[in-house]
Every structure is written in C-alpha cells, then in structure tokens.
C-alpha cells in the first residue's frame, strides 16, 4: 500500500511541477500533506527515473522546481523503421473503434503531430494502409453528455489517489437513480464504454458502475486503503462486465455449431471435450450474467445448457417468454364429460394449448 501511495504522490508532483512558474517544496509538501523530506525525496527520485525535474531561482528570491517544457525530447533522437510505422497505421482502424470518447481527440492528435513529421510521399503511403483492414466496432455509446470526459478524468484521479467519492447513479437492474458512496480500485474498458469498479462499504463488496449512467460525481479529500483484491484481468470471471462469482457452466454444442465454437477463446477457463457424433462439450468457469444468457440463446437450438441446473431453467423460461411474444395463446371450452375432481391441481381448461406447429421451410 505504502508504495502505492508513493507512486501516486510522485504523479501528483509530476503534474504540479510542468510548465510555469513551477512549485516550492513547501508548496508541495502541504498540497500532499508530507514533510519537506519527503517531497525532496520524492523529487531525486523522479529525477533517476529519467524525468527532467530542476530547481530554478525565481525573480521573488523562491526556488521552484519545474518539468522541463518538452520532457520526452529524446524521442526526436529515435526514429520508426517502416515497418514500425506502417504496423502503427495498420493499427489505426483499430485504435479508433476501442478508443472511447475521453480519448479520441487525444489519439487524432497523436497521429496528427505523426503525419506532420512525415514527408509526404510518405504521409500518402501510410494513409492507404488503414484501408487494407477494415474493423466494426462494438456497440457505440449514445447520448453521452459533453461532461462524460470529465467525469472519467476526475474518476482516473480519485482511483490514483485513493479517494472516496459519491456519485448519483442510474442503474438499470433496479430502474432507479440512487446515491452511492464508493471507493474506486479501477477503470476498465469494455462493450464500447468505462467502467469502474468500486467497494461499496454500505454493502461490504465491490460493485461495478457504468460511467455514463453516473449522472453526478463528488470527489472527497477523505482518502482509503483498498482492502480488496482486484484481478489483474478486468472481469475476469465474465464473458462480458460483470463481476460475479464464477459457476462451472457445461453447454452442449451440436455438430453444426461445433468448429464455431471450438476456432475461437471465449473464456481463459475453458475446456472442450469431444464428442463421437461431432458434437462438443463446452466447460467455463464463469459468472451467471445477462451477457452469458444471452451468448446461449444466440445459438437457438443448437446449444443445451447441461449444468447448473438453474441456469439451464432460467434458459427454458426465457425461451417460452419468447415463444409467446411471437405465438398467441389459445384456449378451448372442454367437455362437459370431463370429470373435475379427476384433473390435476391445474385444470386442463387453465393451460394455454400451443398452436400448430409450422414445418420449417427448406433452404
């Protein structure tokens, strides 16, 4: 923890000491609320590290430490191969569906000072190249608000300094807006937005928030030592950004589906085993979430949830909630003959009789 801490306080100094007219050691030990010791300490530290930190005697008789203006200069001294560049370009389209809005105008600007230091033969080459792969992203994020940056700007901070924070937040599972007080351990990317996974001390575990449902944030000076173990994989017990505790999950694949599934890594967990009629055994050790329910119905017919049995029941109830979204329910007077008494505890009369099924036609 202590080192944790160490770190983020020497980021903080980075960020105080760039450009002018810099800080005073005494300024900076109080904004970080330490000795002078340790703010001198933190600075030679920085200094062997490679960071160009000095100490400049001011016109008011203070020394200031500052950053030198252009710290990575050195960069001018090292030079791409083209091979180099020409995977950065192919790259691009990439980068461009992953990136989420806080980061765009940042990553326009990297390639636009790139293309500025290329010649321009050169510039029309590589511009060709992001044309030769194509990618879809995933699903976009609508209806984000110009303060969405802001909010992950501030949550990046708070997260690096271990600060609390209380944010009014819209969530979908209890179609609610609620205040929460969270102690955020991590950001994470994901399905086309930020995350960020947060313990919740008025419940005693983490939970993970949506950044764009966050309709406000305040971040407080009241700091807190994470408790909590965090994974080095975000969501790693999700096909998707969930958080839960992992089930073993069995679901059989028909042969029709079963290269499908075997070509691809769906979860670090699995294991596949074969089967005589071409049809595979899939093992996962995962959460039980909306995104794994619906990576099973994707596959219609051709996947069968073999374990946990509450999962395979919660499948069948979804797909009978389907079925009667596209097939009216029927129902019939029966015969006078019937004999109540006789029936089971409910009544034929009661049950919904299925419409005739239509054969399917031939492709």
Not at 194 to 209: D, L, S
Not at 253 to 277: C, G, L, M, N
Not at 336 to 342: F, K, P, T, V
Request: net charge positive.
């Amino acid at each position: 923890m202590a080192r944790t801490a160490e770190v983020t306080r020497q980021w903080k100094i980075l960020l105080a000491i760039q450009g002018t007219p810099g800080k005073t050691i005494d300024e900076l030990a109080k904004s970080m609320k330490v000795c002078t010791r340790t703010i001198r300490r933190d600075l030679h530290a920085l200094e062997d590290a490679g960071f160009p930190a000095y100490d400049v005697q001011c016109d008011d008789g203070k020394t200031r430490w500052r950053l030198e203006g252009r710290p990575l200069r050195w960069l001018q001294e090292t030079s791409f191969t083209l091979p180099e560049l020409a995977a950065l370009y192919f790259s691009r389209t990439l980068l461009e569906c992953a990136v989420d809005r806080p980061f765009q105008a940042d990553l326009k600007s990297v390639f636009a000072k790139l293309e500025q230091a290329l010649p321009d033969r050169m510039r029309q080459f590589l511009e060709q190249l992001p044309q030769v792969i194509m990618a879809k992203g995933g699903a976009v994020r609508r209806g984000q608000k110009s303060s969405h940056g802001d909010i992950v700007a501030r949550l990046v901070d708070a997260t690096r300094s271990h600060r609390r924070a209380t944010i009014t937040y819209h969530s979908f599972s209890s179609r609610r807006v609620k205040d929460y007080t969270i102690e955020p351990y991590r950001l994470a990317y994901g399905n086309g937005g930020f995350y960020v996974y947060a313990f919740v001390r008025e419940y005693g575990q983490m939970r993970t928030f949506a950044t764009e449902r966050i309709r406000k944030l305040v971040v407080s000076e009241e700091t807190f030592n994470p408790v909590q173990k965090v994974a080095e994989e975000p969501f790693v017990n999700s096909l998707g950004v969930h958080s839960g505790k992992p089930e073993r999950v069995e679901i059989e694949f028909a042969e029709r589906v079963a290269p499908y599934i075997e070509e691809r890594r769906w979860h670090s967990s699995q294991r596949i085993t074969k089967r005589a009629d071409g049809s595979i055994l899939l093992s996962l050790d995962v959460c039980l979430d909306w995104t794994l329910g619906s990576w099973i119905l994707g596959f219609g017919p051709f996947a069968h949830v073999v374990a946990p049995p509450k999962l395979a029941e919660q499948i069948l109830e979804e797909i009978e909630e389907a079925r009667d979204v596209y097939a009216p329910r029927f129902t019939f007077t029966p015969p006078s003959s019937l004999d109540e008494a006789a029936q089971p505890a409910l009544p034929l009369w009661a049950r919904p009789e299925p419409p005739a099924r239509r054969s399917r036609p031939s492709m």
